[in-house]
């Protein structure tokens, strides 16, 4: 059984917000007990499994409480999900495309554990469910893709990285990395995370000997 998924960001009410129907102001402390029970539904129960009815239950509240926030059980899920994008906060601009790389590591391995107890549940679903992985891909994955490659664009701009290098390719190279790692059940460390920036900053540095 994946593990279960109690975390929820402190960005889950603006989430809520954002995806509500008007109405009246929404209660934080219930927007984040539906986002909770909807991470943890999705990962005991898969999301055929789980229903809205189920997370009204578990959170304490009415069935019409979560229809006013959200229009389906992809929405429900969705803006789930995409509390744990947020919880990893924006991504440092130090001025060192090494530091830079080793401060989002960092972050995407706290966040790692949480990421895949869910997303089995989502891939599994692109046959039945494609909106639901479709929404997935343009709420969650694309936009913190984007912001890496923005933190690479802005280490071009600085004259750190190669003009010759592809952004896009450099980042499903540095996230591959950490998805494989977590597959092959190997553990996060320090250590790891400073070779893994090395690795990437000699393939794609102006000059890799620049400490930054």
Not at 36 to 49: I, P
Not at 91 to 102: F, I, K, V, W
Not at 184 to 192: D, F, N, Q, R
Request: glycine share 8%; charged share 25%.
């Amino acid at each position: 059984m994946p593990p279960r998924v109690d975390a929820v960001s402190p960005t889950a009410s603006a989430e809520t917000q954002r995806n509500a129907r008007p109405g009246r102001p929404r209660d934080p402390g219930v927007d984040r007990a539906i986002v909770r029970e909807t991470l943890r539904a999705l990962a005991d129960q898969g999301y055929q499994g789980m229903s809205i009815e189920g997370v009204a239950e578990a959170a304490g509240v009415g069935k019409t409480t979560i229809y006013r926030r959200y229009a389906s059980k992809v929405e429900m899920v969705v803006a789930a999900l995409s509390t744990i994008r947020h919880s990893m906060g924006p991504l440092s601009d130090t001025g060192s495309l090494r530091s830079d790389l080793a401060g989002m590591m960092t972050q995407a391995h706290r966040v790692l554990p949480r990421v895949f107890s869910v997303m089995d549940a989502v891939l599994v679903e692109e046959g039945r469910n494609p909106e639901l992985l479709e929404l997935v891909r343009e709420r969650i994955l694309r936009p913190r893709r984007d912001e890496v490659m923005t933190m690479l664009r802005r280490a071009a701009d600085r004259g750190e990285v190669r003009p010759d290098i592809d952004p896009e390719a450099a980042v499903h190279a540095i996230v591959g990395s950490m998805f494989m790692r977590r597959l092959l059940g190997i553990l996060p460390s320090e250590e790891w995370i400073h070779q893994t920036v090395e690795v990437v900053c000699n393939g794609i540095l102006a000059d890799p000997r620049d400490p930054g």
